[in-house]
């Protein structure tokens, strides 16, 4: 790997996402042609606005931009976990973020909370799983010590997911069955009636700020912690770091979409296998191919089965295991 | 050793102290390690050899004293610049994803990174010389988990080389290796002490190899005390009699030497204290 190719890889990918966020706008019920949909972003505001212009503005930007938003926050807080928890099983849900926002939102999706509320307190739920986690592994995650920490901290938020699950179980129970239809898509991942794109992708932003500019030190911890103090890489700070960055990236992606599945998982996956495990080009990739994907998911989840609007979280799982046990076939012969 | 010099390391010990909960491994040990020297590390199981080389490496602070280096606590150094004169090959690799033997050893050129930490030429040919070293450039483009034992710690050897520092620190470094790479290894290490000149320390159980090949040697019986000096008056069968527990002699045979365990054991003595 080195700059030219990953620099290839980045174009490759960003390219494909202007082609799909392109047809995301095209593409539905009322299909527009390509230049009129880029035409009605060009002039926002202008007088004779129309039908058209309302359709593309308000209804095909804002959740092109969620989906690639969300699906860039997944992917990316995957690649970034299974570096950190040195394991190929890791992402973005394992340590209990995405239970903690179900079960808070859930909560507020029974009382009957403005839309704002719940994603409040998803957002909430998220942060007080990341603080409870930090509370019971934050030695063994900071710890500046040459020895594996993982296995704790893996096991904190395996149990704390699981409380959290069980949690969701019983609120299900109790809900009323005139909420469950809501609850369910919520927890399936749902990109319809996201009310602004712009938290998801400024935390986007942040999130790929403050982990690409550690890349080249991540390619050092995925070999471990030995290595890593050896080379003159603070892990303990560094995995600090990483957990921040991937808890908060995937808090933003499930407050605004709830828990979509399976992209923070196989993306990073899908990338080391076609292009291999440098981190300074992974990093960037995830985020990019993660967004492609779900932004390509929810276009499919809109107009498959038109006028019903399916969940995206089904789409990308639907979608996504079979190309992906096929990519690993492949790669095992 | 006075021809053109590159950048020269000292290392030394001053009163360390290693503790291994309540029992005292080492204690009060001052020693200087030379630029030229190649130092085995020996003693039983437990003794403290890989604790002291992570100390020595400054990974870990010793329990009471300090180590330095080039005359600068060793804590003071920042990590970056200490990672370019100091290399530390620790024991037991786990290799969670899968690389290619290249891009492991290109890894250690980390320090060296600048910019926007991408490798330039000059890493890769680093890294292509130091495969070459180890004869390992046919397995240059292998994935390191499908390696054997013996060839992954030849792997982490050269990366540690490939990291181009002038202390090298060696967690049993011989480790799963046969016999013949025992020898090219301890060959490479050799030359690589005394060209330069670097300082080379590494741990072994094997004390003839360690007679034939280092300069000095360190006996730790992990009982506080130690034993260091050169070689041949460090692993002397009386001294590895009593820091091992087992009786060894000393064979000569056509200016060979080998240590070997004494064929029965005479009366049971007292313990060591």
């Given at each position: 790997?080195?700059?030219?190719?990953?620099?290839?890889?980045?174009?490759?990918?960003?390219?494909?996402?202007?082609?799909?966020?392109?047809?995301?706008?095209?593409?539905?019920?009322?299909?527009?042609?390509?230049?009129?949909?880029?035409?009605?972003?060009?002039?926002?505001?202008?007088?004779?606005?129309?039908?058209?212009?309302?359709?593309?503005?308000?209804?095909?930007?804002?959740?092109?931009?969620?989906?690639?938003?969300?699906?860039?926050?997944?992917?990316?807080?995957?690649?970034?976990?299974?570096?950190?928890?040195?394991?190929?099983?890791?992402?973005?849900?394992?340590?209990?973020?995405?239970?903690?926002?179900?079960?808070?939102a859930?909560?507020a999706l029974l009382a009957g909370a403005a839309w704002w509320l719940v994603d409040a307190a998803a957002?909430?739920?998220?942060?007080?799983?990341?603080?409870?986690?930090?509370?019971?592994?934050?030695?063994?995650?900071?710890?500046?010590?040459?020895?594996?920490?993982?296995?704790?901290?893996?096991?904190?938020?395996?149990?704390?997911?699981?409380?959290?699950?069980?949690?969701?179980?019983?609120?299900?129970?109790?809900?009323?069955?005139?909420?469950?239809?809501g609850?369910?898509?919520?927890?399936?991942?749902?990109?319809?009636g996201?009310a602004?794109?712009?938290?998801?992708?400024?935390?986007?932003?942040?999130?790929?700020?403050?982990?690409?500019?550690?890349?080249?030190?991540?390619?050092?911890?995925?070999?471990?912690?030995?290595?890593?103090?050896?080379?003159?890489?603070?892990?303990?700070?560094?995995?600090?770091?990483?957990?921040?960055?991937?808890?908060?990236?995937?808090?933003?992606?499930?407050?605004?979409?709830?828990?979509?599945?399976?992209?923070?998982?196989?993306?990073?996956?899908?990338?080391?296998?076609?292009?291999?495990?440098?981190?300074?080009?992974?990093?960037?990739?995830?985020?990019?191919?993660?967004?492609?994907?779900?932004?390509?998911?929810?276009?499919?989840?809109?107009?498959?089965?038109?006028?019903?609007?399916?969940?995206?979280?089904?789409?990308?799982?639907?979608?996504?295991?079979?190309?992906?046990?096929?990519?690993?076939?492949?790669?095992?012969? | 050793?006075?021809?053109?010099?590159?950048?020269?390391?000292?290392?030394?010990?001053?009163?360390?102290?290693?503790?291994?909960?309540?029992?005292?491994?080492?204690?009060?040990?001052?020693?200087?390690?030379?630029?030229?020297?190649?130092?085995?590390?020996?003693?039983?199981?437990?003794?403290?050899?890989?604790?002291?080389?992570?100390?020595?490496?400054?990974?870990?602070?010793?329990?009471?004293?300090?180590?330095?280096?080039?005359?600068?606590?060793?804590?003071?150094?920042?990590?970056?610049?200490?990672?370019?004169?100091?290399?530390?090959?620790?024991?037991?690799?786990?290799?969670?994803?899968?690389?290619?033997?290249?891009?492991?050893?290109?890894?250690?050129?980390?320090?060296?990174?600048?910019?926007?930490?991408?490798?330039?030429?000059?890493?890769?040919?680093?890294?292509?010389?130091?495969?070459?070293?180890?004869?390992?450039?046919?397995?240059?483009?292998?994935?390191?988990?499908?390696?054997?034992?013996?060839?992954?710690?030849?792997?982490?050897?050269?990366?540690?080389?490939?990291?181009?520092?002038?202390?090298?620190?060696?967690?049993?470094?011989?480790?799963?290796?046969?016999?013949?790479?025992?020898?090219?290894?301890?060959?490479?290490?050799?030359?690589?002490?005394?060209?330069?000149?670097?300082?080379?320390?590494?741990?072994?159980?094997?004390?003839?190899?360690?007679?034939?090949?280092?300069?000095?040697?360190?006996?730790?019986?992990?009982?506080?005390?130690?034993?260091?000096?050169?070689?041949?008056?460090?692993?002397?069968?009386?001294?590895?009699?009593?820091?091992?527990?087992?009786?060894?002699?000393?064979?000569?045979?056509?200016?060979?030497?080998?240590?070997?365990?004494?064929?029965?054991?005479?009366?049971?003595?007292?313990?060591?204290?």
């Amino acid at each position: 790997m080195n700059a030219q190719r990953a620099i290839a890889i980045w174009l490759a990918l960003a390219a494909l996402a202007g082609i799909v966020f392109v047809a995301a706008l095209t593409l539905g019920s009322v299909s527009v042609p390509p230049l009129r949909a880029l035409g009605a972003l060009a002039h926002p505001g202008t007088a004779g606005a129309d039908t058209i212009d309302e359709i593309v503005r308000s209804l095909r930007l804002p959740r092109a931009l969620a989906g690639f938003g969300c699906g860039a926050l997944l992917a990316l807080a995957g690649a970034l976990l299974q570096v950190l928890l040195r394991n190929p099983l890791a992402e973005p849900y394992v340590l209990g973020v995405s239970g903690g926002a179900a079960v808070f939102a859930i909560a507020a999706l029974l009382a009957g909370a403005a839309w704002w509320l719940v994603d409040a307190a998803a957002f909430a739920g998220a942060l007080f799983t990341i603080a409870l986690v930090l509370g019971f592994a934050r030695r063994a995650l900071a710890r500046g010590e040459p020895q594996e920490a993982s296995p704790r901290l893996l096991l904190t938020g395996v149990v704390l997911a699981t409380g959290w699950g069980a949690g969701v179980t019983l609120l299900l129970t109790l809900a009323p069955d005139e909420r469950l239809r809501g609850i369910l898509f919520w927890l399936a991942g749902d990109l319809n009636g996201v009310a602004s794109p712009w938290p998801a992708l400024a935390a986007l932003a942040l999130a790929l700020a403050a982990a690409a500019s550690v890349a080249p030190q991540l390619n050092v911890l995925a070999r471990g912690e030995a290595v890593a103090f050896a080379l003159g890489v603070n892990a303990g700070q560094l995995r600090l770091r990483i957990y921040l960055v991937a808890s908060l990236a995937t808090a933003a992606a499930v407050t605004t979409a709830g828990t979509i599945g399976f992209v923070g998982l196989v993306v990073p996956h899908a990338l080391r296998l076609a292009f291999g495990n440098d981190q300074r080009m992974l990093v960037p990739a995830s985020a990019l191919a993660g967004g492609l994907f779900v932004m390509s998911a929810d276009l499919l989840a809109r107009t498959v089965a038109a006028p019903a609007q399916l969940p995206v979280g089904v789409i990308t799982a639907l979608f996504g295991v079979p190309v992906f046990l096929w990519m690993l076939a492949r790669r095992s012969r | 050793m006075t021809s053109a010099r590159m950048v020269v390391s000292t290392l030394a010990a001053y009163e360390i102290a290693l503790d291994a909960g309540e029992r005292v491994l080492l204690a009060d040990f001052t020693q200087t390690f030379g630029a030229g020297e190649l130092w085995c590390v020996a003693g039983p199981n437990g003794a403290g050899k890989t604790t002291l080389l992570s100390t020595l490496a400054g990974l870990v602070p010793p329990a009471r004293g300090h180590v330095a280096l080039d005359g600068v606590p060793i804590g003071d150094w920042r990590p970056g610049e200490l990672a370019k004169r100091r290399a530390l090959m620790p024991q037991n690799m786990h290799d969670a994803f899968s690389a290619t033997v290249f891009d492991i050893v290109l890894l250690n050129r980390f320090p060296y990174l600048g910019g926007w930490g991408w490798e330039t030429e000059r890493d890769r040919a680093a890294a292509h010389a130091a495969l070459d070293a180890l004869a390992l450039a046919q397995l240059a483009a292998r994935d390191v988990r499908s390696l054997s034992g013996g060839e992954r710690q030849r792997v982490a050897l050269a990366a540690a080389l490939c990291q181009d520092a002038p202390l090298l620190l060696l967690d049993e470094p011989l480790a799963h290796l046969d016999l013949r790479h025992q020898i090219d290894c301890l060959t490479l290490l050799a030359h690589w002490a005394r060209e330069s000149p670097r300082t080379v320390i590494f741990s072994c159980h094997d004390l003839n190899l360690a007679r034939r090949f280092a300069t000095h040697a360190l006996l730790m019986p992990g009982d506080g005390t130690a034993h260091a000096g050169p070689v041949r008056d460090v692993l002397t069968p009386e001294l590895a009699s009593r820091v091992f527990g087992y009786p060894l002699v000393l064979i000569e045979a056509d200016g060979h030497e080998a240590l070997v365990p004494a064929l029965r054991r005479p009366e049971r003595e007292s313990p060591e204290p």
